[in-house]
């Protein structure tokens, strides 16, 4: 009833339908990730009990039509993260270009989780924005062993401090494989740390997250 309430108001509940705890996949992604994004989003199957962020590295100018993209394609709840927005099962929070997405939970176990935005700052010791590795030390704090982070196709390192923070908490870390990235270094460099519970390739990510809603392993 509970949720029946929020969804009526406007709002989505902060937990899948059951009051299964809500399970959270974080994607990062760089160059080639457009695409890796769109092939993995429409895979994925409508009602599927996951809720979604994701840090692309795109310019601002870009990223809310992206994020528009994806919802036609997907069916999914896409939209380019606003302070405040709150996870829900089918929904995608994209980061806005420019500007770092950070998961936080409010007070309490059962507390909603909400994306948190900021600016890059010369010290904050990011070298890309949206930081990858920011989102997802972020939900290893927010959303603890509930959590799945996936490295795809990309330049440079970003993600692999991030999926250390993952896997300590907890959660499940994947990336993508050589055989289907269109640049292999961010999987290469998170699959070097040792972290890594499996490199897969595209279509395999898809069905390990399918496994992942149903059973949070």
């Known amino acids: 009833m509970a949720a029946e309430a929020a969804a009526a108001e406007g709002g989505?509940?902060?937990?899948?339908?059951?009051?299964?705890?809500?399970?959270?996949?974080v994607l990062g992604a760089s160059t080639g990730g457009p695409g890796a994004l769109v092939r993995l989003l429409t895979a994925i199957p409508p009602g599927l009990p996951l809720a979604w962020a994701v840090a692309q590295h795109m310019p601002a100018r870009f990223t809310g039509s992206f994020a528009e993209r994806l919802a036609r394609s997907t069916g999914l709840d896409v939209r380019e993260a606003v302070e405040g927005d709150e996870l829900a099962q089918g929904r995608v929070l994209i980061a806005p270009g420019g500007r770092h997405l950070r998961l936080a939970r409010g007070g309490g176990p059962l507390a909603a989780v909400r994306a948190a935005l900021s600016s890059p700052e010369p010290a904050d010791g990011h070298r890309y924005c949206p930081s990858v590795d920011l989102l997802f030390a972020s939900a290893a704090e927010a959303c603890s062993g509930g959590l799945c982070a996936v490295v795809l196709t990309g330049m440079g390192d970003d993600g692999r401090r991030g999926v250390a923070r993952v896997k300590e908490a907890g959660g499940v870390t994947l990336a993508e494989s050589e055989s289907s990235a269109v640049v292999y270094g961010m999987p290469r460099q998170a699959a070097e740390t040792g972290l890594v519970d499996e490199v897969l390739?595209?279509?395999g990510i898809v069905a390990r997250l399918r496994r992942f809603a149903e059973d949070g392993r």
């Open 12 to 25: 989505a509940p902060a937990q899948a339908p059951g009051d299964a705890p809500l399970r959270v996949a």
């Open 201 to 203: 390739p595209l279509e």
